[in-house]
């Protein structure tokens, strides 16, 4: 049982801020926005991304419209040193991105990372070092003094190593570790330091990066300090003034939003909020949030779905159903008075017209979502359960947007038959809408073949009664059927594809689940079952192609 806390814990002390003006000013602009999905995610991840995984993700960061990408700490492993040096070597960095790496203030290090950076077209050298009097005292035994003649050297060393590099256009970012545990003197003594020995000009601008390494205190503190440091450091026209919240109390993006209000120029996070402990702030949320309030955030989220594939199947990690935003059940109401009252906001939209439908504070269709799963049943509608059901007597675990897709069909046949659906009648309906189907087209036998391409298949199938053999090449067995369907009259595209085991030993089948799109952006699942894996997806294939041609969505 918790107890009174007040022996243990104390409430972090207040700025001294009484003419504080962050609560009469509003958000107008975008921030700069920097991602470290590349170094601060990654380095969270129980398993680090391997340099394939990195480098997808980093290419998803660029399309979102990131100009500034942290990508690795070169001087912590090889792996990271390599992975930079690829992206150099290769030319694989957009000419208006500057890629970011982070270097502790050790002159050995800082070699390393400015040797990493060799023939970069624009780089950023990130330095951190610890300011905190805990940090100062329990962990690196220094004072004040030394601290800051630490962070001074630094920066000049990296002034001296870039100066020989003039191909490249370089920049330098330095962070306060433990920032918000600082005394308020200090920190600016310090950023002024290290704004004196880098040079800093107009035209020549430092990032003085502010974190909330842990956060300590309430954001409206935060958003103190923030504008204490705004208005006291020096060269404040040369500086670009950087925050970094971390999410320990679970207010990172109230942080973020009120230390913009406080003066910050820049923000650096992650997608969905990975990071250390609690994770960063989340970059999503903080740019769909100035959406919402009329500001071009400058990123590109209009394809929320595509965005969560890449981040999941680059960290491993999974965006909870109802992360903002992104979550499969962000969008879905299952409380009948909701459902009452989106059908009624709906109703009354006009064209163009504000966004004004009641428990649906965003529009879904501007991340790429449609209407159609706003609306849900559920088990408390008498209704529900259906994927319950299906997992627990047949085995058959739906993926989240199939399951959105089958509660429909399901809804719908309830209504027309009325009484509950029990675990047998859910499961013939189940078969009947997605793996009897036989028109207008149907399976009848496929062979694989090596082609100079990759995959070659022949498939044989029946399209409205007449046999036909289609042939198609791609990179593997699904992509070389989907282009061989692409005879039939209408491209298709595969949106998601996941297979699952269904019964063990002797038994057992697969299942492979495939959800289709149409040229038209219309998407439909097909779902396929076989002894065999390759012939139970392209049975999905020709099942979502069959559900897309006959309207049955």
Not at 62 to 86: H, L, M, N, Y
Request: proline share 5%; charged share 20%; aromatic share 8%.
């Amino acid at each position: 049982m918790l107890t009174d806390p007040s022996h243990k814990y104390r409430p972090f002390p207040p700025i001294a801020l009484a003419d504080r003006r962050w609560p009469n000013r509003t958000i107008s602009q975008a921030p700069i926005w920097m991602s470290t999905d590349l170094r601060d995610g990654n380095q969270a991840l129980f398993e680090p991304m391997n340099a394939e995984r990195k480098l997808r993700l980093f290419r998803t960061l660029c399309g979102i419209g990131f100009k500034e990408i942290e990508v690795a700490f070169p001087s912590a492993s090889q792996t990271d040193f390599d992975f930079v040096r690829r992206l150099i070597d290769e030319a694989l960095i957009p000419d208006d991105v500057s890629i970011e790496v982070l270097s502790h203030a050790r002159e050995p290090l800082l070699r390393r990372t400015v040797e990493a950076l060799h023939g970069a077209r624009s780089a950023i050298v990130h330095i951190v070092n610890a300011t905190s009097l805990p940090f100062r005292e329990l962990v690196l035994g220094m004072s004040r003094s030394e601290v800051l003649a630490m962070a001074v050297d630094a920066v000049r060393l990296v002034k001296q190593l870039t100066a020989d590099q003039p191909q490249t256009q370089w920049r330098l970012q330095y962070s306060l570790e433990t920032f918000t545990a600082t005394e308020p003197d200090f920190a600016v003594e310090v950023c002024d330091a290290v704004s004196a020995a880098w040079g800093a000009t107009p035209d020549n601008k430092i990032i003085l990066n502010l974190p909330a390494s842990v956060e300590t205190a309430t954001p409206n503190v935060y958003a103190d300090q923030i504008e204490w440091m705004h208005r006291h450091i020096a060269r404040r026209d040369s500086v670009i003034l950087s925050v970094h919240p971390h999410n320990d109390r679970g207010t990172a993006v109230a942080a973020a939003e009120l230390a913009l209000m406080a003066g910050a120029e820049r923000v650096e996070g992650c997608l969905f909020g990975n990071g250390e402990r609690t994770g960063n702030v989340d970059l999503v949320t903080l740019a769909l949030n100035l959406y919402t309030q009329g500001v071009a955030p400058g990123l590109d989220f209009s394809d929320i779905d595509k965005v969560v594939g890449d981040f999941e199947a680059c960290t491993g990690l999974s965006v909870p159903p109802r992360q903002p935003y992104a979550g499969e059940l962000v969008f879905t109401a299952f409380s009948g008075s909701h459902q009452d009252a989106i059908k009624k906001g709906f109703a009354a939209r006009q064209p163009d017209s504000v966004w004004n439908v009641p428990y649906l504070p965003f529009d879904p269709a501007d991340v790429g979502r449609g209407y159609d799963a706003v609306i849900r049943i559920n088990s408390q509608s008498g209704k529900g359960g259906i994927a319950h059901l299906l997992e627990s007597h047949y085995g058959v675990v739906l993926p989240r947007r199939l399951q959105i897709e089958f509660s429909r069909v399901v809804q719908q046949h309830a209504d027309r038959h009325g009484g509950e659906i029990g675990a047998e009648s859910l499961w013939q309906l189940f078969a009947q809408t997605y793996l009897d189907l036989a028109k207008p087209l149907s399976y009848r036998g496929h062979q694989l073949f090596e082609h100079s391409q990759g995959q070659g298949i022949q498939l044989q199938i029946e399209w409205d009664g007449q046999p036909q053999t289609l042939t198609g090449v791609g990179n593997g067995p699904i992509a070389a059927a989907v282009h061989a369907l692409h005879g039939l009259g209408g491209a298709v595209s595969v949106r998601n594809y996941e297979e699952r085991s269904v019964g063990s030993g002797g038994d057992a089948q697969a299942c492979a689940f495939v959800e289709l799109a149409a040229a038209n952006g219309t998407t439909a699942y097909g779902v396929g079952m076989d002894a065999n894996i390759v012939t139970a997806s392209i049975k999905a294939l020709i099942s979502g192609c069959n559900r897309l041609a006959t309207g049955a969505i």
